[in-house]
């Protein structure tokens, strides 16, 4: 198994930015993708941002530009470095590993204000 724990969510005015946290612990090892979603009220849950053991990422099209998904492999943490915020970014944020099955966090709320 592998727990989540978000950090990092939090209220801003449109054009600020945040960063958001994920650390991992258990079975790590396991993890072949780590990803960020969000699910804003009324909505379904869209990937936001996903990043593979090897590195590579890719990006929802209404963020890229604008938020950077990274790793710290000796942290087991990852990272979503959110800038240029807008009001539609509003959602709770969850963090997600991917292994055979799917691990959720417990979410973080981000709050962008206009």
């Known amino acids: 198994q592998v727990q989540l724990v978000e950090s990092g969510g939090g209220l801003v005015q449109a054009g600020g930015s945040l960063r958001l946290s994920c650390a991992a612990s258990?079975?790590?090892?396991?993890?072949?993708?780590m990803a960020w979603y969000r699910q804003a009220p009324g909505k379904q849950r869209e990937l936001v941002a996903r990043?593979?053991?090897?590195?590579?990422?890719n990006y929802a099209d209404a963020v890229k530009g604008r938020f950077t998904i990274s790793r710290d492999n000796a942290k087991n943490t990852v990272y979503l470095q959110m800038n240029s915020l807008k009001p539609e970014d509003t959602a709770v944020y969850y963090c997600?590993?991917?292994?055979?099955?799917?691990?959720w966090g417990q979410g973080t709320q981000v709050t962008v204000s206009s």
């Open positions: 990043i593979t053991s090897g590195g590579s990422t």
């Open positions: 997600a590993a991917h292994t055979y099955l799917t691990y």
């Open positions: 258990g079975s790590i090892i396991s993890v072949s993708a």
